[in-house]
Structures are given as C-alpha cells and as structure tokens.
C-alpha cells in the first residue's frame, strides 16, 4: 500500500549547523511532496514544498529536493536557529485521489 | 480570517463510550480531512471530505466515521471507544481537492480511559 518513510526519527544539531531529513515514497502516482513543521502544542504548518515536475527548491534557509526515480525527497535546513526546533513531518500526495500520505515525523532540536 | 477551528480542544472518555469531534474549515475550503496523530506514528489519514461526500478513506475499522455538512463544516464519530483511540485528531481544510496547502486545526485532545 502507500507509505512514506522518513528519517533520522531524532535529530541533533549545534546551532549554526545544517540539517537533513529524507523521505521516501511508494506511490508513483504521487506528485505534490509538502513540508510541514509542527512547534510544541501547535497546529502543523506549511514550511515548503515541492511538485514532481521541480527538481529542487529554495526558500531563505529551508530548501527541497526530489529525486522522482529514486522516489526520495529531502529537506534542507541551513544555518539552524533554536526556532527551528520542532517536529517536521513530510508527505506525498497522490496526483488521482489527491490523497495525502504522511511520514512519522523527524524530531529536530537545535542546540544552542 | 479565521483559521480551522475544532471543538472540543480537550475531552475524557472512558472504553465503550463514544465521542463526536467538530470541525469548522476555513471559509470558502470545501475540502476538510481528519488525521489521527500519536507519538511514533506521525499523522495517519482518517478520512476526507469534498463537498459533503466522502472522497477518500485511510484504514482504520468502522468504528470511525465522519461527515460534512453544506457549510463544509466536519463532524468525526468514534463509537465502542478503545485506549488505542487516545490521540490527538487533527482536521486540516484546503480550498479545493487539488489546491497544496493543507491548513490545520489545533486538535482535538482524546484521552480514553
């Protein structure tokens, strides 16, 4: 069935650092891939995101790529701030039902 | 403009009850979809809802049900409740079914015991 694994689960960083979550896809009717950043006790938010016909793309310091072939798509984070930690959460959405799928989340802390 | 709202933000049951959650869309989204979220398992797909009828489904047993009203509000039922079902459920409202963003409500809180 469909399903998006994403990865590390838990990640570190010093602030100042970069830092990469990776997702993978199963549907290849999947052609809307978002991001989105979920802060301690608030609602999910759109950060970025990418459509299949993109290779990448770049927004200050978050950026996306998507390697359609390989059915991965990655997150960027440049240059990390403590606000940057939270819980992001990837997804792929599937071009005929519209169908959302989300990854199990990556819970990013920045060290100050 | 205001956001998603659900209702209630926080509620106890207790097993074999059965709870009802609200949620209002954005004005002028048609397309509300409800997420059940819990530590480890990230954001599973309930159902979604596009002009008061059911247009996709995520697998879980039919204790779980859901729908919408002509206003595109949102309604999700959970009957014979189980401790599993404790979670926080999230509706997200977009403005149509291929529009990207999805917008969410800030949850409601379940806790069975």
């Known amino acids: 069935g469909e399903n998006v694994e994403q990865h590390p689960s838990t990640l570190s960083v010093q602030e100042g650092d970069s830092a990469v979550i990776k997702c993978t896809y199963s549907?290849?009717?999947?052609?809307?891939f978002p991001w989105y950043k979920q802060e301690l006790g608030k609602r999910p938010q759109l950060i970025i995101d990418?459509?299949?016909?993109?290779g990448e793309k770049k927004d200050q310091r978050i950026a996306v790529t998507l390697n359609k072939t390989a059915k991965h798509f990655s997150l960027h984070i440049t240059e990390t701030q403590p606000e940057d930690s939270a819980v992001y959460f990837c997804?792929?959405?599937?071009?005929?039902?519209?169908?959302?799928?989300f990854g199990t989340g990556t819970r990013l802390k920045v060290l100050a | 403009k205001a956001g998603v709202t659900q209702t209630p933000r926080y509620l106890i049951k207790t097993r074999g009850q059965q709870v009802t959650l609200s949620c209002s869309p954005i004005?002028?989204?048609?397309?509300v979809s409800w997420y059940q979220q819990t530590p480890g398992q990230g954001l599973q797909f309930l159902f979604e809802?596009?002009?008061?009828?059911?247009?996709n489904k995520g697998n879980f047993p039919g204790r779980f049900s859901g729908r919408q009203f002509s206003n595109s509000r949102s309604e999700m039922n959970v009957s014979t409740l189980e401790l599993g079902d404790s979670a926080l459920y999230l509706c997200?409202?977009?403005?149509?079914?291929?529009?990207?963003?999805?917008?969410f409500g800030e949850g409601s809180r379940l806790t069975v015991l």
């Open positions: 004005s002028g989204h048609r397309s």
């Open positions: 809802y596009f002009s008061e009828t059911q247009r």
């Open positions: 997804a792929a959405r599937d071009s005929g039902t519209y169908k959302y799928i």
């Open positions: 997200a409202s977009s403005k149509d079914l291929n529009t990207g963003e999805l917008f």
């Open positions: 549907d290849s009717a999947s052609n809307y």
């Open positions: 990418i459509r299949s016909n993109v």
